[in-house]
């Protein structure tokens, strides 16, 4: 069964700093890779997809991938208090057809 | 621009009682899921069609039917409700392989 595991946290970090959140998978064959956000109550939002070795950088965030290693992470530069949700890290199969879910990392941003 | 409706929002069924969640996408996707979220459990797949008239189990089908109506609806039926199956239940939908996930706002069930 592929797994995808990450820290359930809370992971604090003070007002502009860099909030790093981690994520490993099982599959190594998975191709694709995808972190969402999700407020308290809300559904999951999409902040990046990376599908290649390296970094991929939107705005303040940067994701990080490394398949020899298989792990995924995200880089929250600047933090801001409305940054405070939960993170979820997904992969998709080699076969294209399912997502398979991290438990997500609860992010706290405090002012 | 709607992108996936999921209904009801909120629903209370007793032990037994059968309900079909709905879900409707308007972005010409080709593949739909329903997860269910549960505290400290994440995301977990029920089923999921990767195209119209195709439906596969996922992660955590037992207790759970689907229909794939049409490209744009696909319905998530509990035929005999178990408290067990209180969560959350999302709707998703993506274009194609590779293609990240649009989730829906999400229906809470509870089942006493």
């Known amino acids: 069964q592929k797994e995808v595991e990450q820290n359930s946290g809370p992971l604090s970090v003070p007002e502009g700093a860099i909030a790093s959140l981690n994520c490993t998978y099982s599959?190594?064959?998975?191709?694709?890779f995808f972190w969402y956000r999700q407020y308290s109550g809300k559904s999951p939002e999409l902040i990046m997809s990376i599908y290649s070795n390296g970094d991929k950088e939107d705005g303040r965030f940067t994701a990080q991938l490394n398949k020899a290693s298989q792990y995924v992470s995200l880089l929250i530069r600047d933090s801001q208090p409305s940054d405070s949700a939960t993170y979820l890290c997904?992969?998709?199969?080699?076969?294209?057809?399912?997502?398979?879910f991290g438990g997500g990392t609860r992010l706290m941003v405090k002012p | 621009n709607a992108g996936v409706t999921q209904t009801p929002k909120f629903q209370v069924l007793k032990t037994g009682q059968s309900m079909t969640l709905q879900c409707a996408q308007d972005m010409n996707h080709n593949s739909m899921y329903w997860y269910r979220q549960d505290p400290g459990m994440g995301l977990r797949l029920i089923y999921y069609?990767?195209?119209?008239?195709?439906?596969d189990k996922g992660e955590v089908p037992n207790g759970y039917n689907v229909s794939r109506l049409n490209k744009r609806e696909f319905s998530l039926r509990l035929e005999s409700a178990a408290p067990s199956q209180t969560s959350v239940y999302f709707c998703?939908?993506?274009?194609?392989?590779?293609?990240?996930?649009?989730f829906g706002n999400g229906t809470r069930l509870t089942v006493t």
């Open positions: 998703a939908s993506s274009d194609s392989y590779n293609s990240p996930l649009h």
């Open positions: 997904a992969d998709r199969n080699n076969a294209g057809n399912m997502l398979t």
């Open positions: 599959d190594r064959g998975s191709q694709s």
């Open positions: 069609s990767a195209s119209e008239g195709t439906t």
